[in-house]
């Protein structure tokens, strides 16, 4: 006989929803292989990956190398001085003539020199400028990834919650199905079903088997791209609230919001700086420049006797270039065509943007109505199959009719959990879409990386190979 007819549906249903917590949290804690008492939230989750998934590390070490540009820059206004020293051997012979001679010298020497940049028609303050909006284009670069590594990490956080939950109903249904074949077994013991009856409650029975073990093996595929994109396995992971709070009203808002504030486009606008300040640079090339030149040295040769000779000179140079083979020309075009070319990418960059801005936030909106609807769906396969139980007591509804509606419960169970997962994530993809997406717009509890604590280190230094790390 049924267990059904025992038990009240409404009890029921009370254990089917412990159940599927107990099969989602044991689900997950399975596939992590960690204690139940440490728990994972969303915001230390996403702290984490702030502070270590390489991928943001490999961009802040691309800032610093981007800083290092303006020292280097600056190095066009610095002397640059140099030691020589020499040594060598001279044999001279005569022949010949009314008085042949052989010599042999031994000439030792060594000198310093000097040179200074007094005039360079602007290349160096055009290269300083240039090496700063570089500086500028890689921090917002930086930015852009800060937000991607995060939502990345956020899907992730979801995406294991969600199958985790998947798990659970999946199971809860097994577990359905493993009472409906002995309820179909002992009814046909006793006459009151059918071989056709039991066999459709094994068929499905074996697809719930199948479909528990595909969510197990898609849990662990989101649980290798959490370790990826966290840097830890998942574990007991707490219910997100979103980041509604954090939405911007309206589309219209969001878009003046993303255009005012994304990091991809102040980005390429820092480039177009950069490569204004390029083609000036290479437009002094074709200006003169003047250079003071210093330089003292002492000569020795070892003869006999011994002769030594010391000098030393300054002066000033100017050069005026006349023609450079075209070579400085071509410099100078090909800077304004790579201008064009960044000023079309900032084009690009906007009409990106924008279009991530509209996208994000029409699947935020449509996420909002899925999830209503999905749960009114579920609201309305519950009681359809609580009826249908009822009915398949006293023998107007058949099997089928009970396993057919308990899948539709399965479903809406399932829509329901992907809906709310993908409300969250659509949260988040409107954040980073607006520029929005960072550390401490979210609140996390980091400190916060500023890229300009190494670019105040390194920006006027002059000499040094250690790095502000030590190394």
């Known amino acids: 006989m049924s267990v059904f007819p025992k038990v009240a549906y409404g009890e029921f249903l009370r254990v089917r929803t412990f159940a599927h917590a107990l099969l989602g949290i044991a689900g997950l804690l399975w596939l992590a292989g960690l ?8 915001n230390s989750a996403l702290a984490a990956a702030y502070q270590d998934n390489p991928t943001l590390n490999a961009q802040r070490a691309a800032t ?28 001279t012979e005569s022949t010949g003539g009314a008085f042949p001679s052989s010599n042999s010298l031994k000439p030792r020497g060594f000198g310093v020199s000097i040179s200074q940049n007094l005039w360079d028609s602007f290349k160096t303050l055009n290269n300083v400028n240039a090496a700063r909006a570089a500086v ?27 199958d985790a939950a998947i798990i659970g109903y999946r199971g809860q249904a097994l577990e359905f199905l493993n009472e409906q074949v002995r309820s179909e077994t002992s009814r046909f013991d006793v006459g009151e079903s059918t071989r056709t009856d039991v066999a459709q409650a094994k068929a499905r029975q074996s697809g719930a088997v199948a479909a528990l073990s595909l969510a197990r093996a898609t ?4 649980a290798a791209v959490y370790r990826q994109n966290i840097g830890r396995e998942p574990n007991n992971l707490k219910p997100v609230k979103g980041v509604a709070r954090l939405m911007p009203k309206s589309l219209t808002s969001a878009m003046a919001t993303a255009e005012r504030e994304h990091p991809a486009i102040k ?4 480039l177009v700086d950069q490569a204004i300040f390029n083609v000036k640079s290479a437009e002094s090339d074709l200006l003169p420049t003047v250079t003071l030149d210093g330089s003292a040295s002492k000569a020795i040769e070892r003869s006999t006797p011994n002769t030594r000779t010391d000098s030393a000179s300054i002066s000033a140079t100017l050069t005026v270039p006349i023609y450079q083979g075209g070579s400085a020309s071509g410099l100078v075009r090909q800077g304004k065509e790579t201008l064009g070319q960044r000023r079309i990418e900032v084009d ?31 609201s309305a396969a519950n009681l359809a199959l609580s009826g249908a139980v009822e009915e398949r007591k006293v023998g107007q509804r058949t099997t089928l009719d009970v396993l057919d509606t308990q899948q539709t419960v399965i479903n809406a169970q399932i829509d329901l959990i992907n809906s709310r997962r993908d409300l969250k994530v659509a949260g988040y993809a409107v954040l980073s879409a607006i520029g929005r997406l960072n550390a401490s717009r979210i609140g ?28």
């Not at 190398?65 to 044999?91: H, M, N």
């Not at 500028?136 to 939502?151: D, I, K, M």
């Not at 991530?356 to 996420?367: H, K, L």
């Open 35 to 42: 204690n139940p008492a440490s728990a994972e939230t969303i």
């Open 64 to 91: 610093r190398v981007t800083d290092e540009g303006v020292p280097i820059a600056k190095s066009g206004w610095r002397p640059q001085v140099f030691a020589t020293a020499d040594v060598g051997i001279l044999e």
């Open 136 to 162: 500028r284009a890689a921090q917002e670069a930086l930015r852009n990834t800060e937000q991607n590594v995060l939502f990345n990490a956020a899907a992730s956080y979801l995406d294991v919650q969600r």
């Open 219 to 222: 849990l662990k595929s989101s």
């Open 267 to 270: 980005s390429t606008e820092h």
């Open 348 to 378: 690009v960059s906007v009409d990106n943007v924008r279009a991530a801005v509209v996208s994000a936030y029409s699947q935020y909106e449509a996420a909002i109505a899925t999830t209503r609807a999905n749960e009114e769906q579920l």
């Open 444 to 471: 996390l509890d980091v400190a916060v990386y500023d890229p300009s604590d190494h670019l105040n280190v390194v920006k006027d230094k002059w000499y040094g190979l250690r790095i502000p790390s030590g190394n």
